[in-house]
């Protein structure tokens, strides 16, 4: 009943509100996606969109590679606080992973959680802004009191893999609500896995049954850190 609800007010919102390209201006797609198609298919896709690992995780999907114009968009949510674009990342994510099937078997969505700090500082959490509209395309309901980040991490660009791993190390702390629940981690951009690992293995060892991650893009690490110069993440 929700869904059904939820899909006649986007067609309502987009008679009243026509959808526009957030990247080009031109006319976006029904019922309320700001993006057009050609814009959309200027998306770098990844090659595979799904990964097995990195381990506790099951499996790692991301539909898109951290390449221009994603790259302007993901900045656009993060630093420029564009929650428009939050709901245009979160409905291709979303529909995305519905068309593989990927949500059948899941019971939550968990955004990356921000530290309190963080997200004083930003005043929204991009992860949860794009969960909430991944779940209108795939069914699994979000959870925010499922995770939270207990202590403040640096930021993760332009650090070596060993000090990622030590960067997120226990940056994590599971709810019980989560024991024997299929975790669906949703974040902006994974690079090295190291902060979706480090909340995989929080979450399972809170009795999670299984931990899979649905990012937007995937970033090379060389990548990432020229396109990122400048830039912070959570």
Not at 39 to 67: H, I, K, M, T
Not at 206 to 218: F, K, L, N, P, T
Request: net charge positive; charged share 20%; glycine share 10%.
């Amino acid at each position: 009943m929700s869904d059904w609800v939820d899909r006649s007010l986007d067609r309502l919102g987009g008679l009243l509100l026509p959808p526009r390209c957030i990247l080009c201006g031109g006319r976006g797609q029904a019922p309320l996606l700001d993006l057009c198609g050609p814009c959309e298919q200027s998306l770098p896709p990844a090659d595979p969109v799904v990964r097995p690992g990195p381990a506790p995780l099951r499996n790692s999907y991301a539909p898109f590679e951290y390449g221009h114009p994603l790259d302007h968009l993901v900045h656009a949510l993060k630093y420029h606080g564009q929650l428009a674009v939050g709901r245009v990342l979160g409905s291709l994510l979303g529909s995305r992973a519905a068309a593989m099937g990927l949500g059948r078997d899941a019971d939550v969505l968990l955004p990356v959680p921000l530290h309190r700090s963080r997200h004083a500082t930003r005043g929204f959490n991009q992860s949860a802004e794009i969960a909430r509209w991944v779940s209108r395309q795939a069914g699994p309901p979000v959870d925010l009191r499922l995770a939270t980040r207990r202590r403040a991490t640096l930021p993760q660009v332009g650090l070596q893999l060993p000090d990622r791993e030590a960067n997120m190390h226990g940056a994590f702390e599971a709810a019980a609500g989560v024991s024997g629940r299929r975790v669906v981690v949703i974040d902006d951009v994974t690079t090295t896995g190291s902060t979706l690992q480090e909340l995989a293995a929080a979450l399972i060892a809170a009795g999670a049954v299984e931990v899979d991650a649905w990012c937007v893009a995937r970033a090379d690490r060389r990548e990432a850190r020229a396109t990122a110069a400048g830039e912070r993440s959570p």
